[in-house]
T-cell receptor, first 110, second 115 residues
């Protein structure tokens, strides 16, 4: 079964502190993993994907196949990082549906 | 260019009414997806189109839900005899490609409230 688990519904950290949003998945095969973000009053948008292995807005995420995890990290949180974050997966072949976690609301306190 | 647009943005329906939700994908995008997002949950897949062909409708919760994309562009999600459990945000997403690494671009959603 395909499943994405984000164990924290809410996460609050202070500005300048490190941030880690957890994501675990189950999938039979090799999935593609994504992080989507939704800022207040904006639409859902792609933040990063594991295949590109890039850092976006200071965020990185490493796919750990052994632990089936794809945690999102940022060393120094900024107030503009406050948003709803969704971890998602899809198959690697073809245009595939996304399977989302329930999301984590990140709040950065000044 | 313009992103994915959806209309109406908000819809209130009385239980038992039929509703139609529209999605205008990004021009030239071949793939189109519909998702349902209940309050406090992540989006859940409903159905997928490649051009006008509906290739996957495994996520449609019941036969009251019907989607079409007759000309391979605009798509409509229709819900017949709405029930309270249909209350959710309905998201549409489009993607340029049909295979390989791709990005889905989301619309703003239609918030459906069934009273």
């Amino acid at each position: 079964a395909q499943r994405v688990t984000q164990p924290e519904k809410l996460l609050s950290v202070f500005k300048g502190a490190p941030v880690e949003l957890k994501c675990n998945y189950s999938y039979s095969g090799s999935p593609e993993l994504f992080w989507y973000v939704q800022y207040s009053r904006q639409r859902l948008q792609l933040l990063l994907r594991h295949i590109s292995r890039e850092s976006i807005k200071g965020f990185t995420a490493d796919l750990n196949k052994g632990e089936t995890s794809f945690h999102l990290k940022k060393p120094f949180a900024q107030e503009e990082d406050s948003a709803m974050y969704y971890c998602a997966l899809s198959g690697l072949r073809g245009a595939q549906k996304l399977v989302f976690g329930q999301g984590t609301r990140l709040t950065i306190n000044p | 260019g313009a992103g994915v647009s959806q209309s109406p943005r908000y819809k209130v329906a009385k239980r038992g009414q039929d509703v139609a939700l529209r999605c205008d994908p990004i021009s030239g995008h071949v793939s189109l997806f519909w998702y349902q997002q209940a309050l406090g949950q992540g989006p859940e897949f409903l159905t997928y189109f490649q051009n006008e062909a509906q290739l996957d409708k495994s996520g449609l919760p019941s036969d009251r839900f019907f989607a079409e994309r007759p000309e391979g562009s605009v798509s409509t999600l229709k819900i017949q005899r709405t029930q309270q459990e249909d209350s959710a945000v309905y998201l549409c997403a489009s993607s340029l490609r049909t295979s390989g690494s791709y990005e889905q671009y989301f619309g703003p959603g239609t918030r459906l409230t069934v009273t």
